[in-house]
Structures are given as structure tokens and as C-alpha cells.
């Protein structure tokens, strides 16, 4: 089974993520529990199931412009599993839980998103 969620949102890049950490823990720990309670709102507004099988994740990326290199974007990898977690889409976000993880990388000045295509694992 193949699940897609959605997310009409931009999160932080990696960058902008240790730029956080490095100016004050206090507030880094707080925008990571934002961004988190954001997918995890977002993701329970669009499934209502557990995933119980282990998962390969597809995160395509669709972003405004080239200025911030596709490893930076991808750092927002972090809130999206935590998400879905914290959702309870996924029991966890271990290796027992999540298979492979796939980014792809396009431009979409008009509408920048976050497509996630969830794909149960047979083992």
C-alpha cells in the first residue's frame, strides 16, 4: 500500500536549523516542537491510519527557488518523521519502522510543497 500526504508548508533548512542550536537551545528546542506539532497536525488532517508494516519514504520537495541546496532541505526530514510519530502514522522512526529514504528535488515557484509517499515494506 502507498499512502501521499501533503504539506503546504516550507520548514526550516539545516542551516537554519543550527543556526537555532547556536544562538539559544532554549528556542532551537521550541521551533523544533512547533514544526513537529505542525506535520503532526497536518498529517492527522489527512490519514487517520497506523501504518503497522516498516515503510520506504519518498520526500519530494518542491521549493521556490535553487538559493538553498538540496542538503539543507532535506535537513526538514527530522520534523516530517517526527510528525508522524508524534500523528502515530508510525509507531517510531527507527530502522524496524522506516525502510528507505528517498528526496527528490523540483522547482515550484507557484506552489511550494512537501509531497511524502509512504510505501509498505514486505519483509
Same mark, same amino acid.
Given at each position: 500500500? =502507498?499512502? $501521499?500526504?501533503?504539506?503546504?508548508?516550507?520548514?526550516? *533548512?539545516?542551516?537554519? #536549523?543550527?543556526?537555532? &542550536?547556536?544562538? &539559544? /537551545?532554549?528556542?532551537?528546542?521550541? !521551533?523544533? /516542537? +512547533?514544526?513537529? $506539532?505542525?506535520?503532526?497536525?497536518?498529517? @492527522?488532517?489527512?490519514?487517520? @491510519? *497506523?501504518?503497522? @508494516?516498516?515503510?520506504? #519514504? *519518498?520526500?519530494?520537495?518542491?521549493? %521556490?527557488?535553487?538559493?538553498?541546496?538540496?542538503?539543507? =532541505?532535506?535537513?526538514? #526530514? %527530522?520534523?516530517?518523521?517526527?510528525?508522524? +510519530? !508524534?500523528? +502515530?502514522?508510525?509507531?517510531?522512526?527507527?530502522? $524496524?519502522? #522506516?525502510?528507505?529514504?528517498?528526496?527528490?528535488?523540483?522547482?515550484?515557484?507557484? &506552489?511550494?510543497?512537501?509531497?511524502?509517499?509512504?510505501?509498505?515494506?514486505? !519483509?
Amino acid at each position: 500500500m =502507498i499512502y $501521499k500526504l501533503t504539506y503546504d508548508v516550507q520548514l526550516p *533548512s539545516m542551516n537554519q #536549523i543550527i543556526d537555532s &542550536n547556536r544562538k &539559544n /537551545k532554549f528556542v532551537a528546542a521550541k !521551533e523544533k /516542537k +512547533q514544526y513537529t $506539532k505542525l506535520i503532526a497536525y497536518l498529517t @492527522k488532517a489527512q490519514m487517520k @491510519k *497506523s501504518i503497522e @508494516k516498516k515503510v520506504d #519514504i *519518498s520526500c519530494h520537495w518542491y521549493v %521556490k527557488n535553487r538559493m538553498t541546496d538540496k542538503d539543507n =532541505i532535506a535537513g526538514g #526530514i %527530522k520534523f516530517l518523521l517526527d510528525g508522524l +510519530q !508524534e500523528a +502515530q502514522v508510525i509507531k517510531n522512526d527507527g530502522w $524496524k519502522e #522506516i525502510g528507505n529514504i528517498f528526496h527528490f528535488f523540483e522547482v515550484d515557484k507557484d &506552489n511550494p510543497r512537501i509531497e511524502l509517499f509512504l510505501t509498505e515494506v514486505e !519483509e
